[in-house]
T-cell receptor, first 114, second 113 residues
Framework: DVKVTQSSRYLVKRTGEKVFLECVQDMDHENMFWYRQDPGLGLRLIYFSYDVKMKEKGDIPEGYSVSREKKERFSLILESASTNQTSMYLC?????????????FGEGSWLTVV | DQQVKQNSPSLSVQEGRISILNCDYTNSMFDYFLWYKKYPAEGPTFLISISSIKDKNEDGRFTVFLNKSAKHLSLHIVPSQPGDSAVYFCATKPRGSARQLTFGSGTQLTVLP
């Protein structure tokens, strides 16, 4: 069964703090993604990675960076958290040869920046 | 500029009736379309998809219709059940691209018992 695990479900951080959101998938997928979900805005892509050590900016990369040192792990980093980064963050993965382009999501990480 | 639009943020339907969720897209290069369902505090899960070479795909109570000339996608749920209450996102992918999916803003479906 497909499994994407996000290490933290709920976090509260202070403005200016560095925040790490970790994501692990057990499906040997090449592609991994970080989205954020905000009411009325749907799912917006922050960064994605085609393979280990490869990354590309999505639609809203400002204020974020990522790290993919191992195939199964994709980390999202907020260098200096701000209140407008309060959101639900969703990690996802996909097999590049993927069954009908389906991507699989983790359960999400709720981040509140105060 | 939103390439994928779900113009109805919410929809309420009586149990047993049909739910119709709509999605419009602007890019004629999109060639694959998917619907995801999301419960609160959970990640989205894949529901059903359709390729641009088809105009209909059915899976149990769920049917997706694609009207390429109108650039319109719809999801029909018949009969609707209270457990179908969730946010539904449509998503698309451009032809020949391994790039990520583009999602709509979502529609909150509430099925009333």
């Amino acid at each position: 069964d497909v499994k994407v695990t996000q290490s933290s479900r709920y976090l509260v951080k202070r403005t200016g703090e560095k925040v790490f959101l970790e994501c692990v998938q057990d499906m040997d997928h090449e592609n991994m993604f970080w989205y954020r979900q905000d009411p009325g805005l749907g799912l917006r892509l922050i960064y994605f990675s085609y393979d280990v050590k490869m990354k590309e900016k999505g639609d809203i990369p400002e204020g974020y960076s990522v790290s993919r040192e191992k195939k199964e792990r994709f980390s999202l980093i907020l260098e200096s958290a701000s209140t407008n980064q309060t959101s639900m963050y969703l990690c996802a993965s996909r097999d590049r040869t993927g069954v009908r382009n389906t991507i699989y999501f983790g359960e999400g990480s709720w981040l509140t920046v105060v | 500029d939103q390439q994928v639009k779900q113009n109805s943020p919410s929809l309420s339907v009586q149990e047993g009736r049909i739910s119709i969720l709509n999605c419009d897209y602007t890019n004629s290069m999109f060639d694959y379309f998917l619907w995801y369902k999301k419960y609160p505090a959970e990640g989205p899960t894949f529901l059903i998809s359709i390729s641009s070479i088809k105009d209909k795909n059915e899976d149990g109570r769920f049917t997706v219709f694609l009207n390429k000339s109108a650039k319109h996608l719809s999801l029909h749920i018949v009969p609707s059940q209270p457990g179908d209450s969730a946010v539904y996102f449509c998503a698309t992918k451009p032809r020949g691209s391994a790039r990520q999916l583009t999602f709509g803003s979502g529609t909150q479906l509430t099925v009333l018992p």
